[in-house]
């Protein structure tokens, strides 16, 4: 299996990262900024609609 990293960018703090898609929970779960602590739903930290559908593609497998 290939892996995939996805852009990741707080909205609150605008701190921006790479996470790999393995590592990351379904994106409705609340998830939260290492650097500000702003907790939201992870789809709401993907950088771009790309990530976010990639994210969705990966958890519905």
Do not use: H
Request: net charge negative; with cysteine; proline share 5%.
């Amino acid at each position: 299996m290939q892996e995939a990293w996805l852009q990741l960018q707080c909205p609150a703090c605008s701190v921006a990262w790479e996470e790999q898609v393995s590592d990351l929970p379904a994106p409705e779960t609340q998830f939260g900024c290492d650097d500000c602590g702003a907790e939201r739903s992870l789809s709401e930290f993907m950088r771009t609609s790309r990530d976010l559908e990639v994210l969705q593609e990966f958890t519905e497998s």
